[in-house]
Nanobody, 127 residues
Framework: QLQLVESGGGLVQPGGSLRLSCAAS????????IGWFRQAPRKEREGVSC????????NYADSVKGRFTISRDNAKNAIDLQMDSLKPEDTAIYYC????????????????????WGQGTQVTVSS
């Protein structure tokens, strides 16, 4: 069973940056579409970004476009989320999730059925 572990969360001031990482063991992430999601207190979970297999095409929520960048690190078997120009409203628990394994390329969508989830990492943006 695919297990995902997030890391890199923490406390940062508005305008600052953080880099989250989603790592997997036992299975290569090459065959999975990977998404990042977040849930703030008293709010519903929302999709942040996702990256497709192989070709690595990406998708972003409007609220993070131009500020967040998702990428694959094949050497680490991980998916990173670089978060720049952070705002207080980015405060949430961030989760990564996987859809797959996929036998062929399929462009990811944040509405896809991501079935394997990590435990989450807290991101707090505050002065």
């Amino acid at each position: 069973q695919l297990q995902l572990v997030e890391s890199g969360g923490g406390l940062v001031q508005p305008g600052g940056s953080l880099r989250l990482s989603c790592a997997a063991s036992a299975f290569t992430l090459d065959y999975y579409n990977i998404g990042w999601f977040r849930q703030a207190p008293r709010k519903e979970r929302e999709g942040v970004s996702c990256i497709s297999t192989r070709g690595g095409t990406t998708n972003y929520a409007d609220s993070v476009k131009g500020r967040f960048t998702i990428s694959r690190d094949n050497a680490k078997n991980a998916i990173d989320l670089q978060m720049d120009s952070l705002k207080p409203e980015d405060t949430a628990i961030y989760y990564c999730a996987a859809d797959g394994p996929l036998g062929a390329y399929r462009r990811c969508r944040l509405s896809d059925n991501f079935r394997s989830w990590g435990q989450g990492t807290q991101v707090t943006v505050s002065s």
